[in-house]
Nanobody, 124 residues
Framework: QVQLVESGGGLVQAGGSLRLSCIASGRTGSRYGMGWFRQAPGKEREFVAAISWSSVFTYYGDSVKGRFTISRDNAKNTVYLQMNSLKPEDTAVYYC?????????????????WGQGTQVTVSS
C-alpha cells in the first residue's frame, strides 16, 4: 500500500505564491513518476503537472504553464509544486498522485494512488 500526504495549501491573495509538498510512503516501488491534479467545486478534475522519476521529463497543464513548477527530492520521497502568480481561478483542492511507472503522465486514469488533497484558496 502507498500513502500520499499533501501539505502547504492555504489562503493567499491573487499574485501570491504557495508551495505544495507531497510525501510518499509505503510500497511505492523503486522508481515512480508523480503528478498533481486539482478539482474546483462543480468542475471536473484537472491535470496540473507531472514529473518523471529522473526529473528529466515534466509536463504542465495549459492553465498553469509559466506559473507553476513541479520538482522532486527522491531522497525524501517528496514532490513539490511551486505555484507563483496565483489567480482566483487556481482555487481548488490539489491532489498528488502516483502512477505504477517511472514516467510522467498527464492522464488521471493512469494513476493508482491518490492523496487526500490540500485546499488552495486564492482571493481577489
Amino acid at each position: 500500500q502507498v500513502q500520499l500526504v499533501e501539505s502547504g495549501g492555504g489562503l493567499v491573495q491573487a499574485g501570491g505564491s504557495l508551495r505544495l509538498s507531497c510525501i510518499a510512503s509505503g510500497r511505492t516501488g523503486s522508481r515512480y513518476g508523480m503528478g498533481w491534479f486539482r478539482q474546483a467545486p462543480g468542475k471536473e478534475r484537472e491535470f496540473v503537472a507531472a514529473i518523471s522519476w529522473s526529473s528529466v521529463f515534466t509536463y504542465y497543464g495549459d492553465s498553469v504553464k509559466g506559473r507553476f513548477t513541479i520538482s522532486r527530492d527522491n531522497a525524501k520521497n517528496t514532490v513539490y509544486l511551486q505555484m507563483n502568480s496565483l489567480k482566483p481561478e487556481d482555487t481548488a483542492v490539489y491532489y498528488c498522485a502516483l502512477p505504477p511507472s517511472s514516467t510522467a503522465t498527464m492522464e488521471a486514469y493512469k494513476y493508482i494512488y491518490w492523496g487526500q488533497g490540500t485546499q488552495v484558496t486564492v482571493s481577489s
